[in-house]
């Protein structure tokens, strides 16, 4: 099926009865170079200049990849210079507040796009997106601590179970490994961080869904933002002063907040048509809260 050419792009036809002229009678001239002129025939009135036609920019937010270089940089300082940055891992709260935002904007703008979101190619993107890196990391990270052998092959075939399920975090938590511990060598700890990532992805899409079946804009807000809430107030509760805090750390029930700050700033933002943008108001609060 030949594609129907647009008006721009298309072949214009000679009016009946016209007769072509002696330029545009040659074979190998085509109608576009033959010289037109902009001045419209005696007694026709001017029309009207053709709109400008704005190409949409990517949404491609490029400030957050300052984000994350300097969410890389503290955590980097935090795990080979303690001391000089000793809460350098919030870092890791800052992916969780941007992974938060670009996922839930790509659910949102799908709904909105298609009028469903399909779970399925969510899933299989996010798979082939974290998958392919994980194989070769697992492969030669488990064939080097076997050519090293001693501490670092201690309790391995655990490590290995929670980072191939995205569990790692849950199964630390089971074996009362620390985080916070020198002693306790772990060759995937951080991995850690991506298994609450995944578990966020498995489950958010599907309480995504339930929200958006309410109607107000601002009752789908405040019920994300009670989810973040939620998630460090129950962190707050099961945080034990001079306690080992790997549990609060580790689970993805207390450590879920920064998803939910993002994908509350995601709503925001993604308001719907008609609804005043609430974002110049609130961003000194924002700013305050951050």
């Known amino acids: 099926m030949k ?10 036809s000679a009016p009946a009865g016209a007769t072509p002229s002696r330029e545009g009678s040659s074979s190998d001239t085509s109608p576009s170079d033959v010289p037109r002129s902009d001045t419209p025939p005696s007694g026709t009135p001017p029309t009207a200049p053709s709109p400008v036609v704005t190409v949409p920019r990517s949404g491609r937010l490029s400030g957050l990849d300052g984000l994350r270089a300097i969410a890389v940089v503290a955590v980097v300082i935090y795990h080979f210079f303690p001391d000089a940055l000793p809460g350098g891992f919030i870092g ?12 839930t904007g790509l659910l949102v703008s799908e709904r909105t796009r298609t ?23 697992l492969l030669l990270s488990c064939t080097a601590a076997w050519l090293i052998g001693g501490d670092v092959l201690v309790g391995l075939g655990a490590q290995l179970l929670g980072a191939v399920t995205f569990g790692y975090n849950w199964i630390s938590i089971a074996g009362d490994a620390s985080y916070f511990a020198a ?9 850690w961080s991506l298994a609450v990532e995944e578990q966020f992805y498995v489950i958010w899409p599907l309480l995504l869904l339930a929200i958006l ?8 807000l405040a019920g994300v933002a009670l989810l973040a809430v939620a998630s460090m107030v129950w962190m707050g509760v ?6 080992d805090p790997t549990r609060v750390y580790y689970g993805s029930d207390t450590h879920s907040f920064g998803l939910f700050v993002g994908a509350t700033l995601a709503l925001l933002l993604r308001r719907p048509a008609g609804l005043r943008n609430e974002l110049p108001r609130l961003r000194p609060w924002l700013g305050l809260a951050a």
């Not at 002693?183 to 991995?191: G, H, I, V």
């Open 238 to 243: 099961l945080y034990s002063p001079g306690a």
């Open 213 to 220: 079946l309410i109607r107000r804009p601002r009752a789908r």
């Open 92 to 103: 890791v709260d800052v992916f969780f507040v941007i992974s938060g935002f670009l996922i």
């Open 3 to 12: 594609p129907t050419p647009t008006p721009e792009t298309g072949p214009v």
């Open 183 to 191: 002693d306790q060598p772990e060759l995937f700890r951080n991995l």
């Open 115 to 137: 009028g469903r979101i399909s779970l399925r190619h969510f899933w299989q993107r996010r798979a082939r997106r974290l998958v392919p890196p994980l194989v070769p990391l």
